[in-house]
């Protein structure tokens, strides 16, 4: 059960699943935030964890390549673009840059 979760749950951050923007703050809270900065060792356990899903991920795409689902142009496309995103988490020190497109999520009511 539990692997049919983790599946589950790496499939729709695959696939671009994102449940739009719930935050409220304004472009000034978000510019005026201190940057955070993990220890060694919470760097450590962040990049083992990344790098077991990353590796996950791509058993997924390779899986829907050899079904015929994607072709090996597109999967491989997929792939370099999730190699590209963990190199950025890598060098950012794994804290996430959530706010980096901040501007295209900003929907007002």
């Keep these: 059960m539990k692997k049919l979760l983790l599946i589950s749950t790496i499939f729709l951050v695959t696939c671009g699943f994102n449940l739009g923007s719930v ?14 900065e993990l220890s060694e060792d919470q ?10 899903m990353l590796e996950q991920k791509k058993e997924i795409i390779k899986k829907y390549i050899e079904f015929g689902v994607l072709t090996e142009e597109k999967g491989t496309k ?4 999730m190699e ?14 959530w706010d980096k497109h901040h501007h295209r999520h900003n929907h007002k009511e």
Excluded at 43 to 52: F, G, I, T, V, Y
Excluded at 84 to 97: C, D, I, M, Q, T
């Design 78 to 81: 997929i792939i370099e673009k």
């Design 23 to 36: 935050n409220a703050e304004t472009e000034s809270e978000v510019n005026n935030k201190p940057k955070i």
């Design 43 to 52: 760097k450590k356990e962040m990049q083992a964890l990344h790098e077991d």
């Design 84 to 97: 590209s995103r963990f190199k950025e988490l890598e060098a950012n020190g794994y804290v996430p840059n």
